[in-house]
């Protein structure tokens, strides 16, 4: 092991159920494989594994994690200054539109799924001086923006249909790991909502 990086040596032996445990479990935690090379979340190199080599080579990949070709495509093409304000007070990488599941279609409006180590001993409480579990690199904290709990009538979010989408929605994002921070527009871009994401940053 490099970096994270899990290379497999051909004069390993291992029993083919260990191999297949350890594998399972790699890629239960966000490790990316190519080539016989497992990459561990937040490695650089996993966007660049990914990314399709023109259009008349796309391969479309759909894990709802952050090797997913639309997540890399939403994360390349959308920025706005709720990602710019992670990143200048947090050093986080924002992920628009993130998709989160192969399930069902559906995305978060952010998510920061990983982080890198090294930023996140950088990321402090307001109340502590340190973090705790500094070596995790695994996030998954998601950011959604709740637009339209004013709308008038029985329509998008506030209709039965849409209440119900976002039930399921919610308590799928909840068995699979994932920590929830539902703000309005204009919450969205304050240190309240800072505040919130270090502290799911402590509960990681």
Not at 150 to 168: P, V
Request: contains cysteine; aromatic residues 6%; hydrophobic residues 35%.
């Amino acid at each position: 092991m490099q970096g994270g990086v899990i290379k497999s040596p051909a004069n390993l032996i291992m029993k083919p159920a260990q191999a297949k445990a350890i594998y399972q479990d790699c890629k239960k935690r966000g490790y990316v494989e190519k080539d016989n090379v497992l990459y561990p979340p937040g490695h650089p190199e996993i966007p660049a594994l990914a990314k399709p080599e023109g259009r008349s080579g796309t391969k479309h990949v759909k894990t709802g994690w952050v090797d997913d070709t639309r997540n890399i495509a939403n994360k390349e093409k959308q920025k706005d200054i709720f990602i710019t304000l992670v990143k200048q007070l947090l050093g986080l990488e924002v992920w628009p539109e993130f998709y989160f599941s192969t399930e069902r279609g559906y995305r978060f409006d952010y998510a920061i799924p990983v982080c890198k180590e090294n930023l996140l001993t950088g990321v402090k409480s307001s109340n502590s001086t340190t973090l705790i579990n500094p070596n995790s690199v695994q996030l998954k904290i998601a950011i959604e923006v709740e637009g339209g709990i004013w709308a008038k009538g029985n329509s998008g979010h506030s209709s039965g249909t849409g209440i119900k989408r976002d039930m399921d929605k919610s308590s799928l994002a909840n068995v699979n790991g994932w920590t929830l921070i539902r703000r309005v527009p204009d919450e969205l871009c304050t240190m309240e909502t800072i505040e919130l994401i270090k502290k799911a940053i402590s509960l990681a």
